[in-house]
C-alpha cells in the first residue's frame, strides 16, 4: 500500500465502458511528492485527502471481474483524529 495526498481530479469528456464507477484523481505520494499517479477513486475523496492507494495486480483483482485496465485504486481515506 502506499500513502499519497489527493492532488486533483482528471476530468474527462469520454471513457472507456470498461471502466469501472468512480472518480479519476491525481495522487502524489507521501515518499516522493514529485511523482504523480493517476487512480481510480470509487470512494470520493476530496482534494488534500490522504488516502491508501494500492496498484498493479492489486488493484485490477479488486474488482469481481478483474479490470485490467485499473492500475492503481484508491482502497482508504487516512483519518487522523
Given at each position: 500500500m502506499i500513502a499519497a495526498t489527493v492532488i486533483g481530479k482528471v476530468w474527462?469528456?469520454?471513457k472507456l465502458k470498461e471502466l469501472p464507477s468512480g472518480a479519476l484523481v491525481t495522487v502524489a505520494p507521501d515518499s516522493n511528492k514529485?511523482?504523480?499517479?493517476?487512480a481510480l477513486d470509487?470512494?470520493?475523496c476530496g482534494e488534500g485527502e490522504r488516502v491508501l492507494?494500492?496498484?498493479?495486480?492489486?488493484a485490477s483483482n479488486y474488482f469481481s471481474t478483474p479490470n485490467k485496465i485499473?492500475?492503481?485504486?484508491?482502497?482508504a481515506s487516512i483519518d487522523h483524529s
Open positions: 474527462v469528456s469520454t514529485n511523482e504523480h499517479i493517476v470509487p470512494l470520493g492507494l494500492v496498484t498493479g495486480s492489486t485499473i492500475d492503481a485504486l484508491v482502497v
